[in-house]
């Protein structure tokens, strides 16, 4: 299978397919939603150790202000 093969990745064991993207730069997190719908940061792989790594007032800061955004964009 090539490196990056976008059309078909599935997990070997659960069968869940999984969708890949290919970022630019070195973005450290990407911001996405928690089953319960409350953001989380989502480590991107290969991104620095010095860009994964957040205080948890840094992680809580981001995740206070993408709630505050989701939320006025919902009003």
Do not use: F
């Not at 599935?10 to 890949?20: M, N, S």
């Not at 630019?24 to 792989?45: F, H």
């Amino acid at each position: 299978m090539p490196p990056l093969q976008e059309e078909l990745v599935v997990c070997p064991g659960c069968e869940l397919r999984i969708k890949l993207l290919v970022l630019t730069g070195d973005p450290g997190y990407v911001i996405g939603r928690a089953p319960n719908g409350e953001p989380m940061l989502i480590p991107v792989q290969g991104s620095s150790k010095a860009k994964l790594e957040l205080s948890a007032e840094e992680r809580e800061r981001l995740l206070a202000e993408t709630r505050k955004h989701w939320d006025d964009n919902n009003r």
